[in-house]
């Protein structure tokens, strides 16, 4: 249906005009059916100038670059990073759900039980076990979800080290969420179907971490081109930066855990963890 008024905008329209010139969306109109939602989406993620796939490739292949041509004015050759962080976070949900990769909650043990003098004691232990499994639940189900709540402390970190690079917070901001989504993608694609089937053991654990490090060299080697360094200088000076933002927020986390958990006792529980440690 050709309309003679920009259904957007208002914009008045002249006959066989194609394109608003006031907002830039067709004057053609037609009603949405199975088909045409279909091949938006298709289009949307194919395509060959600005899709989805284009810029998982060219992140695999250089996301420094990526980065810095988009904050430079390069925005139509990209996918957007907003919804690309909303697609790979969505997909990670659906796969971490599937294959339930997080452990199993914790249940109570039935020989500590036994040995608890009191009824107020037991009650007091089995509550502490429902916390601490709807804890390790949240935070292994959500993982990803926590990792876009903690990005403002990366760039905060990262902006705060790498300031005088020329960068400014929101463009700093721009990288992060760049490598975040892909590092999300990827590890998701790579590593979940591991972490599920070595779920309880201890490979479960090497794996996990062997992702974190996966990740911070990902961000490392982003943020050097992003940030112009043109030696493996560069690449030492970011890594332990990258490092320090992912030890200060799984700090943060763990305090929120502990503070879950155990309530007015955090303080004393985390005295006696620091003894034993020492």
């Known amino acids: 249906m050709q ?5 957007n905008c208002a914009n008045h ?4 005009q194609k394109f608003c010139g006031a907002c830039s969306q067709k004057s053609n109109f037609h009603r949405f ?28 292949k250089n996301p420094g670059r990526v980065a810095d041509e988009y904050v430079n004015g390069k925005i139509k050759k990209y996918f957007s990073p907003f919804t690309f962080l909303l697609l790979c976070v969505g997909f990670f949900v659906l796969v971490n759900n599937t294959l339930k990769t997080y452990p199993d909650a914790p249940k109570a043990d039935p020989a500590i039980l036994k040995i608890i003098p009191t009824a107020e004691q037991r009650q007091n232990y089995l509550m502490l076990i429902d916390r601490t499994g709807k804890a390790s639940t949240a935070l292994s189900k959500n993982s990803n979800l926590i990792t876009v709540i903690a990005m403002p402390l990366y760039t905060f970190i990262v902006w705060l080290f790498f300031r005088r690079r020329g960068r400014n917070f929101a463009e700093i901001a721009i990288a992060m969420i760049f490598f975040t989504a892909f590092s999300s993608l990827a590890s ?5 179907p591991l972490l599920a089937y070595y779920k309880g053991t201890p490979t479960f654990l090497s794996i996990f971490l062997l ?16 940030f112009k360094y043109e030696s493996i200088t560069g690449f030492l000076k970011i890594w332990p930066v990258i490092v320090l933002t992912f030890v200060t927020w799984i700090f943060i986390t763990m305090l929120a855990f502990f503070f879950y958990v155990y309530r007015e006792n955090t303080a004393k529980v985390l005295s006696a963890l620091w003894d034993k440690f020492v």
């Open 13 to 16: 329209l002249t006959p066989g």
């Open 188 to 192: 998701t694609i790579l590593f979940h």
């Open 211 to 226: 992702t974190i490090l996966l990740q911070s060299l990902f961000y490392t080697w982003g943020f050097k081109t992003f």
């Open 3 to 7: 309309t003679s008024i920009c259904l």
């Open 33 to 60: 059916t199975i088909g045409h939602v279909l091949h938006e989406v298709f289009h949307t993620v194919t395509h060959a100038d600005a899709g989805f796939f284009v810029l998982v490739k060219e992140l695999a």
